[in-house]
């Protein structure tokens, strides 16, 4: 049976058992993933086909961790620290569809309060802090959250999509310097809200695809008054969340609006806003431009516009995602093909990253992790598009 190192009879398996490597039916088809338990309605099938047993490469794992200090799998150390990645990884994976759902559930939640609040009828502050402190709460709980986030699209309102966007991502960086919970689901919310004004702007406005002239530009720019305005008298939201919508366009060197604050004088919250609104609206498509990807866009972000942003804020950010951002693929000096799955905010450069091809463009069957800032061995050499990633190595 091909070359998996091990072999195991079906009448010795358990539900519940979990392995380091993928468990084989046979050389084409998996059983479960690694670290994923075996259940009682998996050895219940097996028995009814007829299959007595079963083929991996790895070791058993007691919920989740070895039973001893190190495993060896395909003559590679995995050692606890891996596995703990690997389930949290795993963790994300399963859970995306589910995030997808639910964000699309939120992104309706919120278009309609919107659209009350632009009617002047009643806004349901309570559903959308809810609705916040689910954000945070998964914020919080998935070590790999950015990953969740991953061509992000839950509404085809450009406004909705867009402050949930940029919610998501601002409750990360508050994770990220160390919020606690209840400030993080209050970030949450603020952004979800600081871009209500923008419904005030006439809509020629918003999808023009040529520079604004200046006499539209003093419009556009009133939507963060508009929005203060209406969080504050019709919403009654508090006045420090409300003021993330009149001050998130400020500027750190004082060259922003409306009130042309600086430093200090703009709050926490806004200056975090700031950060995430700008690296994520450059992620999605616009009426007069296409979506950068991550890469081009975090670029973007450090070469035009980190004057503007608070350096102490803005290094978090670019740590915590990799100046390789979370989620896409690159080429490693070996050349092998990986994804980046989490920033190091000490070393920008070398992520937490999974390998996925060898260097001879073969998927791996197994989850393998590599910290490169722990690693000198390797480094990135390029930054793959997914269709670069996917194709085949050419002969």
Same mark, same amino acid.
């Given at each position: 049976?091909?070359?998996?190192?091990?072999?195991?009879?079906?009448?010795?398996?358990?539900?519940?058992?979990?392995?380091?490597?993928?468990?084989?039916?046979?050389?084409?088809?998996?059983?479960?993933?690694?670290?994923?338990?075996?259940?009682?309605?998996?050895?219940?099938?097996?028995?009814?086909?007829?299959?007595?047993?079963?083929?991996?490469?790895?070791?058993?794992?007691?919920?989740?961790?070895?039973?001893?200090?190190?495993?060896?799998?395909?003559?590679?150390?995995?050692?606890?620290?891996?596995?703990?990645?690997?389930?949290?990884?795993?963790?994300?994976?399963?859970?995306?569809?589910?995030?997808?759902?639910?964000?699309?559930?939120?992104?309706?939640?919120?278009?309609?309060?919107?659209?009350?609040?632009?009617?002047?009828?009643?806004?349901?502050?309570?559903?959308?802090?809810?609705?916040?402190?689910?954000?945070?709460?998964?914020?919080?709980?998935?070590?790999?959250?950015?990953?969740?986030?991953?061509?992000?699209?839950?509404?085809?309102?450009?406004?909705?999509?867009?402050?949930?966007?940029?919610?998501?991502?601002?409750?990360?960086?508050?994770?990220?310097?160390?919020?606690?919970?209840?400030?993080?689901?209050?970030?949450?919310?603020?952004?979800?809200?600081?871009?209500?004004?923008?419904?005030?702007?006439?809509?020629?406005?918003?999808?023009?695809?040529?520079?604004?002239?200046? &006499?539209? %530009?003093?419009?556009?720019?009133?939507?963060? @008054?508009?929005?203060?305005?209406?969080?504050? $008298?019709?919403? #009654?939201? *508090?006045?420090?969340?409300?003021?993330?919508?009149?001050?998130?366009?400020?500027?750190?060197?004082?060259?922003?609006?409306?009130?042309?604050?600086?430093?200090?004088?703009?709050?926490?919250?806004?200056?975090?806003?700031?950060?995430?609104?700008?690296?994520?609206?450059?992620?999605?498509?616009?009426?007069?431009?296409?979506?950068?990807?991550?890469?081009?866009?975090?670029?973007?972000?450090?070469?035009?516009?980190?004057?503007?942003?608070?350096?102490?804020?803005?290094?978090?950010?670019?740590?915590?995602?990799?100046?390789?951002?979370?989620?896409?693929?690159?080429?490693?000096?070996?050349?092998?093909?990986?994804?980046?799955? &989490?920033? %190091?905010?000490?070393?920008?450069?070398?992520? @937490?990253?999974?390998?996925?091809?060898?260097? $001879?463009?073969? #998927?791996? *069957?197994?989850?393998?992790?590599?910290?490169?800032?722990?690693?000198?061995?390797?480094?990135?050499?390029?930054?793959?598009?997914?269709?670069?990633?996917?194709?085949?190595?050419?002969?």
């Amino acid at each position: 049976m091909g070359t998996f190192k091990k072999i195991i009879k079906i009448n010795n398996l358990k539900p519940g058992m979990a392995f380091t490597t993928p468990v084989y039916i046979d050389e084409h088809n998996v059983l479960v993933r690694a670290l994923e338990p075996i259940k009682k309605s998996d050895i219940e099938k097996l028995l009814k086909w007829g299959i007595n047993e079963i083929y991996l490469d790895g070791e058993p794992i007691d919920n989740g961790i070895s039973k001893t200090t190190t495993i060896f799998t395909d003559d590679t150390k995995l050692n606890t620290e891996e596995i703990q990645i690997s389930k949290e990884y795993q963790k994300v994976y399963k859970y995306q569809k589910e995030f997808n759902t639910r964000m699309m559930e939120i992104a309706e939640k919120l278009r309609n309060n919107f659209k009350n609040l632009i009617q002047k009828q009643i806004f349901n502050n309570h559903e959308i802090l809810t609705e916040s402190l689910y954000i945070a709460n998964q914020i919080i709980d998935f070590r790999f959250f950015p990953l969740l986030l991953q061509d992000f699209r839950v509404s085809d309102d450009l406004i909705v999509n867009h402050s949930i966007h940029a919610a998501c991502y601002a409750g990360f960086l508050g994770k990220m310097i160390n919020l606690s919970k209840v400030r993080i689901q209050d970030l949450v919310f603020s952004v979800m809200l600081m871009d209500v004004g923008m419904y005030y702007i006439p809509f020629e406005i918003r999808k023009k695809n040529s520079p604004l002239t200046d &006499e539209e %530009k003093k419009v556009f720019y009133k939507h963060t @008054l508009y929005g203060y305005k209406i969080l504050t $008298e019709v919403a #009654f939201v *508090k006045q420090q969340l409300a003021a993330v919508a009149m001050q998130h366009h400020e500027n750190f060197d004082g060259s922003g609006y409306p009130k042309w604050l600086k430093d200090q004088e703009i709050s926490l919250m806004a200056r975090i806003a700031a950060i995430v609104d700008r690296y994520t609206a450059m992620l999605e498509d616009r009426y007069y431009r296409k979506a950068k990807n991550p890469y081009e866009a975090l670029k973007t972000l450090l070469s035009q516009e980190s004057h503007h942003l608070d350096p102490r804020i803005l290094r978090f950010f670019v740590g915590s995602l990799s100046i390789f951002p979370v989620g896409i693929y690159v080429l490693l000096s070996d050349h092998s093909k990986a994804q980046v799955i &989490e920033g %190091k905010i000490e070393t920008p450069l070398r992520p @937490l990253i999974r390998i996925i091809k060898d260097p $001879e463009d073969n #998927f791996l *069957k197994e989850f393998k992790f590599l910290d490169l800032s722990k690693n000198n061995n390797l480094t990135i050499t390029k930054v793959l598009h997914k269709d670069e990633f996917l194709k085949e190595k050419e002969k």
